[in-house]
Structures are given as structure tokens and as C-alpha cells.
């Protein structure tokens, strides 16, 4: 029974956040009410906020828990005798990578032109970093707040950021992190 209720509720929040990028996709972020995204997508306004309780942004970053997941995993669950950041490099050259497609662009635009979703987008990407030095320091038995182990993982959702804007992404990415792991005396002091 518990199988069943899992994927109904991860169906709904599906069919929320499908509605929800498709009509802000349409007309835009502040021309959609969350009535509207509820009724798009067949459930009442409570509904949506059950699966949204953060509001009209969160319906546009549906996948934010489970990257978290992800990022924290690949350094937790990293394979043994692997380094943090090769068990980092490992774990992001995996992370499905979405197509560069029309919608891709149009998504990335709606997100750099809306000031709520871009306040939004920066708040996760902390919150992100933040779970990442986490768990970076408990691996490395240093104190979260270090400034190396918050600055490594500011680094490398910079690589990300950087690396997915160029023509390669996984070949950016794999030399960033080398960059990151052996210093980057080679592009200064070549």
C-alpha cells in the first residue's frame, strides 16, 4: 500500500511542477497564480502546498532535495580509496545532465529573468554549498565551518556553474576538478 500512496504523491508532485513550468513557460513567472499550477494540474490549492509548502519558486526547482541528496552522497557514498574530490568529480559526471534543448533555454531564461526565482535559485545553491561542506568536513574529520572545507565546496559548485555553459560540460568539469585537486600553478605560472 505504501508503494502505491509513494508514487501517487510522487505523480502529483510531477503533475504540479509539469504545470507549473509550462505556464510560467507560456506567460511567465508573475501572470501564474498557484490556483491556476493546482488546476492545471487536477488538485486543490492545499494539495499543491502539501508538496510545495515553500511556495510558487519550489514548483520550479522540484528536483532541488533529491540533488542535494546527490552532491552529499557523492562524497559520502563514494566508492573506497576514492578522495572526496574524486568521489565529487565521479558523482557530478554522472548527475544527468539536461539536454540543451528550446525548453532548456526557455527554463534558464524564466530563472535569470525573474527576480523570485533567481533569489530562489541562489538561496538553494547555498543551502546546497552548505550540505556539501558539511559533508565534506565530517569525512575529513575538520569542523563545517572551516574555511577550506567551505571554500572547496564553493569551488566546486563553481566548476558546475562554469561547466555547464561551455561547449564540453563533462570535459570542463573533469579538467576544473583537476585544476581544484592538483593547484592552478600550470595556468598562472605557466
Not at 574524486?86 to 532548456?104: C, I, N, S, V
Not at 523570485?116 to 552548505?130: D, I, T, V
Request: aromatic share 8%; glycine share 6%; proline share 5%.
Amino acid at each position: 500500500m505504501s508503494g502505491l500512496r509513494e508514487r501517487k504523491k510522487a505523480q502529483t508532485r510531477k503533475a504540479l511542477a509539469d504545470a507549473a513550468l509550462r505556464l510560467m513557460l507560456e506567460r511567465g513567472y508573475d501572470a501564474v497564480s498557484v490556483k491556476e499550477i493546482a488546476e492545471a494540474a487536477d488538485v486543490s490549492v492545499p494539495t499543491l502546498f502539501a508538496h510545495f509548502p515553500d511556495g510558487k519558486e519550489s514548483l520550479v526547482f522540484d528536483m532541488d532535495a533529491d540533488r542535494e541528496t546527490a552532491v552529499v552522497s557523492a562524497v559520502r557514498d563514494r566508492a573506497p580509496g576514492t578522495t572526496v574530490l574524486e568521489g565529487l568529480r565521479d558523482g557530478f559526471l554522472k548527475f544527468p545532465r539536461p539536454a540543451e534543448t528550446e525548453e532548456m533555454r526557455d527554463f534558464m531564461r524564466l530563472v535569470e529573468e525573474t527576480p523570485a526565482l533567481s533569489s530562489y535559485f541562489r538561496k538553494m545553491w547555498q543551502r546546497h554549498e552548505g550540505a556539501l561542506a558539511r559533508a565534506i568536513a565530517e569525512e575529513l574529520g575538520r569542523e563545517p565551518d572551516d574555511v577550506a572545507v567551505t571554500a572547496l565546496a564553493h569551488f566546486v559548485f563553481g566548476a558546475l556553474d562554469v561547466a555547464r555553459r561551455g561547449e564540453d560540460p563533462a570535459g570542463d568539469l573533469a579538467r576544473i576538478f583537476e585544476l581544484i585537486e592538483n593547484g592552478w600553478g600550470s595556468i598562472v605560472n605557466p
